[in-house]
T-cell receptor, first 111, second 110 residues
Framework: DQQVKQNSPSLSVQEGRISILNCDYTNSMFDYFLWYKKYPAEGPTFLISISSIKDKNEDGRFTVFLNKSAKHLSLHIVPSQPGDSAVYFCAASAHGQNFVFGPGTRLSVLP | DVKVTQSSRYLVKRTGEKVFLECVQDMDHENMFWYRQDPGLGLRLIYFSYDVKMKEKGDIPEGYSVSREKKERFSLILESASTNQTSMYLC?????????FGPGTRLTVT
């Protein structure tokens, strides 16, 4: 049973618009969440994180929102750029233990 | 900058061969991990290590073993490669609160 879910395998967005990638989790012990971005033939690179004591974290064009009661987090990219086209993984950990990754969402930003 | 390197980017092996995947990190991290990535399944943890000579099974350890003789080096071993082990293999080491990944090794077993 997947503890971290990304129910959209793919997403297409027009350049300049907002991209919203969603992630749901089942383990209420998770207290730290991260988003990774992965280009083909490369390893994932860290994008942004959020601790469970916060409900929002912003870094430039990227904002992560956390709704603990719904066990849901989302990554907003505004404005989306063609270079953002990649696979995005959501990951979660509990008390600094191993990270659990979601299956990923492939984002395509169309020029 | 943290650097995690993997010995090969692409590898083709035959069924039954013994395969070694090497990973080296230069940040003196204690924790290192091996994942495989398959479409629709995300990253699945094979093995991890919290210290030299220590190893722990992840979610899918069957058919794999690991070796951590030095802090900076973590090796994944496929004792007898099978076609269902064709995958992208990713090594990672953990800093304070994030994992740093290597570029990955795409292994094809024929």
């Amino acid at each position: 049973d997947q503890q971290v879910k990304q129910n959209s395998p793919s997403l297409s967005v027009q350049e300049g618009r907002i991209s919203i990638l969603n992630c749901d989790y089942t383990n209420s012990m998770f207290d730290y969440f991260l988003w990774y971005k992965k280009y083909p033939a490369e390893g994932p690179t860290f994008l942004i994180s959020i601790s469970s004591i916060k409900d929002k974290n912003e870094d430039g064009r990227f904002t992560v929102f956390l709704n603990k009661s719904a066990k849901h987090l989302s990554l907003h990219i505004v404005p989306s750029q063609p270079g953002d086209s990649a696979v995005y993984f959501c990951a979660a950990s509990a008390h600094g233990q191993n990270f659990v990754f979601g299956p990923g969402t492939r984002l395509s930003v169309l020029p | 900058d943290v650097k995690v390197t993997q010995s090969s980017r692409y590898l083709v092996k035959r069924t039954g061969e013994k395969v070694f995947l090497e990973c080296v990190q230069d940040m003196d991290h204690e924790n290192m991990f091996w994942y495989r990535q398959d479409p629709g399944l995300g990253l699945r943890l094979i093995y991890f290590s919290y210290d030299v000579k220590m190893k722990e099974k992840g979610d899918i350890p069957e058919g794999y073993s690991v070796s951590r003789e030095k802090k900076e080096r973590f090796s994944l071993i496929l004792e007898s490669a099978s076609t269902n082990q064709t995958s992208m293999y990713l090594c990672a080491s953990t800093g304070a609160y994030e994992q740093y990944f290597g570029p990955g090794t795409r292994l094809t077993v024929t």
